[in-house]
């Protein structure tokens, strides 16, 4: 049995203000990734003013967990916030604006925070129904850091072993109403990695070319020969983009320059996909480069891995919602080639990450993510607060029932 949907409801409308004044603090005290320790001291303090949540901070720096039910028998779920925010002048002009210049939440975390901490509230007011452990994990430096990274090395996802793992991210986008609630089976979002190429040829004369190397000829080769991996030797059924972003080279008209560095990025929603154009990126860069006596030195980073969804979980999020009587704000989403850490916590167990719809009804376009215009729209706190909730009590009911029909 869970608390029925309007209790929930009503629980979450008495922490609503608390959560809302929350959100807009967070917001006028961005801090950046791996230094969240005002915002991470907050949210400790929420979380300890609630008897019987276990609390521990210091986490990979400045990470935050709270486990509520300890103990139960049932498996255990962890929902995940993060707490980061961007370098970035604000400009939205709202009164909660930034009070710290060049930093801002400029992608919601303030809300994800807020609303993990909300969900802590009212599942502590129906800690009695739960049936498993519920773990809350408050992450820091998703924003490039890894910080999920570090939160499962720290283990995070053990004592008690998480079955399942939820996240959220809001999504102003056009395609999505406020509180709707987008999943994507499989592959969501895309493993990224970074390159630079330094091409070493030799410098002189730009009225002499036979004397020279000239590694802004060999550079712009590479540029085309880079574009292949994508259309000439990737399968396209498999989403893959390679873009060279930087160019640098030269210091005069008559000058062939010594050198030329090249950087970009690619993504792609499958780890070996990505791994197959990590080592073809290399290949035609030296490869090309050699053809015309020059060198090319690559350096390539990969960074997060594809967030990959695991269908079952995603089931359990459909299954809550039609359970709580939100069934007609599932909607299905393509995948996106941005990229997320809590791809980290899907490599070591199943989970959904999902979007909420966080566009303001009455505007048919608002600032995007990482714009300095943008903020998060406090009108969807109570929806994310009710799906966290939701999923965390119905959980180990749903979990074991879907078992049931995997079998
Ligand atoms: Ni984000």
Redesign the pocket.
């Known amino acids: 049995m869970t608390p029925g949907s309007a209790g929930i409801r009503r629980e979450i409308e008495a922490v609503l203000p608390r959560v809302t004044n929350l959100r807009r603090d967070l917001h006028a005290h961005p801090e950046l990734g791996y230094e969240e320790r005002r915002t991470a001291r907050i949210v400790a303090e929420e979380l300890r003013s609630l008897p019987g949540v276990e609390v521990r901070t210091g986490i990979a720096g400045t990470g935050v967990v709270a486990l509520l039910g300890a103990g139960l028998p049932g498996p255990c779920a962890a929902l995940r916030a993060?707490m980061d925010a961007l370098p970035l002048e604000e400009a939205s002009g709202v009164p909660h604006a930034s009070k710290y210049p060049g930093k801002m939440h400029a992608?919601?975390?303030d809300g994800?925070t807020a609303m993990l901490v909300g969900a802590a509230h009212v599942l502590h007011a129906f800690a009695d129904e739960l049936r498993g452990p519920v773990k809350l994990i408050f992450q820091p430096a998703?924003?490039g850091g890894g910080g999920a990274l570090k939160m499962r090395e720290a283990g995070v996802l053990r004592n008690p072993d998480v079955a399942a793992v939820f996240g959220l991210?809001?999504m102003p986008s056009p395609d999505l109403s406020a509180g709707d609630i987008a999943l994507c089976d499989g592959p969501m979002m895309a493993g990224a990695g970074v390159f630079e190429i330094t091409v070493r040829g030799r410098g002189g004369h730009a009225a002499v070319p036979q004397a020279c190397v000239d590694p802004v000829y060999v550079g712009a080769q590479i540029v085309n020969a880079l574009q292949s991996v994508v259309s000439r030797s990737n399968d396209p059924l498999d989403s893959l983009v390679v873009s060279v972003t930087k160019f640098n080279a030269g210091s005069a008209r008559n000058i062939i320059p010594e050198t030329a560095v090249l950087a970009g990025t690619f993504r792609a929603l499958d780890a070996a996909v990505l791994r197959q154009a990590e080592e073809r990126i290399r290949a035609r860069a030296e490869d090309v480069a050699r053809a015309f006596g020059a060198v090319a030195e690559v350096d390539i980073r990969l960074g997060y891995p594809p967030v990959v969804n695991d269908p079952r979980a995603n089931a359990l999020v459909r299954d809550a919602a039609v359970e709580a009587g939100t069934g007609d704000r599932l909607k299905t989403t393509r995948p996106i080639l941005g990229s997320?850490d809590f791809a980290y916590y899907l490599e070591e167990v199943p989970g959904c990450f999902w979007f909420l719809g966080s566009r303001p009804a009455a505007r048919p376009q608002v600032p995007f993510?990482?714009n300095p215009a943008f903020d998060f729209n406090d009108a969807v706190l109570g929806d994310g607060i009710f799906m966290h909730v939701e999923i965390a009590l119905r959980f180990a009911e749903l979990w074991a029932r879907l078992a049931e029909t995997a079998d």
């Open positions: 993060d992608c919601g975390h994800h998703e924003e991210h809001n997320e993510c990482h």
